[in-house]
């Protein structure tokens, strides 16, 4: 998996960059062609000569030290990388990829490049716990940065606790499985090619009177994830949004609707040419029963308001379906595996994902999720949290397997 692979490995300077050495090594070994940037505190961990020899490419440390006339190396080496991998990442280069700063080689690589970047902390166990560095990291993830999460044990520092880098083989399996997991989104564009995807998006408005209304805190965040994740995957998507707080993509043929009777029209209008089904939006389950005509006036002390259940869009579809592959989602607060499955085989749903929205990072308005995605059977995939647009790439991948009758693994 790893043979031809280019790897930019940074190393950064914690105690833990000794490892960096086993790690360069076994990657290696694998067949990866890996280039080394340090950072200046790096250096005084390890040595450039130990890292050129095991990698048998030369070392960057210094922006300014450019060997070739021909390229610019920072720029050079944030083109070729199919992985940029920092391992130890310390809490002061997360910041500064937080911060976006480029005051050395490795940061000026880390801004110019396009390719996947994964990194690998190593800290204090107070430093990793510290909210700054949280926040930085939750943002890190928010971006797509893959994390390698520390492990917990005795710290250099004599702390026990969370923040020792992760061991080298357990990185090098992770830099194995992402790359299996690309190579799988390649034959996962394959499948998808072509078929007809129908994606809701937002809340829902229910008009109250022309000044008023009923509506939830769906961004259209997650919905917009799964429209890109299936356009980018070559489908042929239909977005249906409604209330959203965040820009709509562009390229993606998009219709606008208010209320959850707007939403039941355009998903009926789209269903007999729809393959996959996506119902990302938080519809409304209860309107006003009467929608005033004119702004309703304050006059006594308490106003009750009237409210009727909506259609079910997902329901109906559940009943209507044919052969289409109808995927819902569930906001829940409590049992949500309970709940979950409820709504799955009531809704006659083939996969549905439940978020837990009281969890920090998943849920309404987030960059970030934290799913379970439920069949009939039960649990198919507990994941991570993850980008929004990652769930939507992994979402996506198991439906179009399981649409293709392939193994989604
Ligand atoms: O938009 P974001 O800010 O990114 O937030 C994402 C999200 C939290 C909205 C999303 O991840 C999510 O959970 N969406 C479903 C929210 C919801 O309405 O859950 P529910 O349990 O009330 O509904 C279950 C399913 O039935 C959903 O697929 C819903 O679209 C559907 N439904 C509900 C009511 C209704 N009248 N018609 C429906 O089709």
């Known amino acids: 998996m790893l043979r031809g692979k280019k790897i930019v490995l940074g190393i950064t300077g914690g105690i833990a960059a000794y490892k960096a050495a086993a790690l360069c ?88 490049t396009t390719a996947p970047i994964m990194i690998a902390p190593a800290m204090n166990v107070h430093m990793y716990q510290h909210p700054a560095i949280m926040q930085n990291m939750n943002t890190l993830v928010s971006r797509g940065v893959l994390m390698i999460e520390p492990g917990e044990g005795m710290l250099a520092c004599g702390y026990v606790g969370k923040g020792r880098l992760e061991e080298p083989e357990t990185i090098i399996r992770v830099v194995h499985d992402f790359f299996a997991a690309q190579q799988q989104r390649e034959e996962m564009r394959h499948l998808m090619a072509g078929r007809k995807v129908t994606v809701t998006a937002g809340g829902t408005i229910e008009r109250i009177d022309p000044v008023r209304y009923i509506t939830n805190d769906s961004s259209g965040k997650m919905g917009i994830a799964v429209a890109r994740a299936a356009y980018a995957m070559g489908a042929d998507v239909r977005l249906i949004a409604g209330s959203v707080q965040v820009p709509l993509p562009e390229g993606i043929d998009t219709v606008r609707v208010q209320s959850a009777q707007d939403m039941y029209e355009a998903v009926i209008g789209e269903w007999s040419h729809t393959d996959i089904m996506v119902q990302t939006a938080a519809v409304a389950d209860y309107r006003p029963k009467t929608v005033h005509a004119t702004k309703m006036k304050k006059n006594d002390e308490n106003l009750v308001l009237e409210l009727e259940k909506t259609t079910d869009i997902l329901e109906s579809l559940g009943q209507r379906k044919n052969n289409q592959f109808l995927i819902g989602f569930a906001a829940e607060t409590n049992n949500v595996a309970e709940y979950a499955m409820g709504k799955v085989i009531r809704k006659n749903c083939d996969l549905l994902v439940a978020n837990d929205v009281t969890i920090a990072g998943a849920g309404f308005g987030t960059d970030t999720n934290k799913v379970q995605i439920y069949d009939a059977q039960g649990l198919v995939e507990d994941l991570p949290l993850m980008s929004k647009d990652d769930v939507a790439f992994r979402l996506l991948s198991i439906a179009a397997s399981r649409l293709n009758g392939v193994s989604a693994s």
């Open 25 to 112: 090594s076994g990657l290696v070994k694998q067949g990866a062609d890996v280039h080394v940037i340090m950072t200046d505190s790096a250096s005084k961990f390890i040595t450039e000569l130990t890292l050129q020899t095991l990698s048998r490419n030369p070392v960057h440390i210094d922006t300014f030290d450019e060997r070739n006339p021909e390229v610019v190396t920072h720029i050079h080496l944030a083109d070729l990388a199919d992985l940029v991998l920092i391992a130890p990442a310390t809490a002061n280069t997360i910041s500064k990829m937080t911060l976006g700063l480029a005051d050395d080689m490795l940061s000026s690589m880390l801004l110019a």
